[in-house]
């Protein structure tokens, strides 16, 4: 089993930045691609950024230059550090990873229990 373990919500000012972090951990291979999402209330969960074991990341155009996604793959850690945020970034956070089976070599994804980002104006 794999766990997914956020932190760094909160809440802040419009302008201003946080830092989510998670952890991987747990029985595995090898992970592959990281990411965040978020989830707005009444809205389906979208992609925010990803990142390969490669180090090759891709953003949602709406955090572009104001989001850096990276990763410590000794630590299986993801990291998404938030710049300029505004209100509607406001959204629960969830992280996922692409994880690789000890015992199978199969690829599955895994999920964080997620954490509330709120910008107020």
């Known amino acids: 089993q794999v766990q997914l373990v956020e932190s760094g919500g909160g809440l802040v000012q419009a302008g201003g930045s946080l830092r989510l972090s998670c952890a991987a951990s747990?029985?595995?291979?090898?992970?592959?691609?990281m990411g965040w999402y978020y989830q707005a209330p009444g809205k389906q969960r979208e992609l925010v950024a990803r990142?390969?074991?490669?180090?090759?990341?891709n953003y949602a155009d709406s955090v572009k230059g104001r989001f850096t996604i990276s990763r410590d793959n000794a630590k299986n850690t993801v990291y998404l550090q938030m710049n300029s945020l505004k209100p509607e970034d406001t959204a629960v956070y969830y992280c996922?990873?692409?994880?690789?089976?000890?015992?199978?070599?199969?690829?599955?994804?895994?999920w964080g229990q997620g954490t509330q980002v709120t910008v107020s104006s």
């Open positions: 996922n990873a692409a994880v690789i089976s000890l015992g199978t070599g199969i690829e599955s994804d895994y």
């Open positions: 747990g029985s595995f291979f090898r992970i592959n691609a």
């Open positions: 990142i390969t074991n490669d180090g090759s990341t």
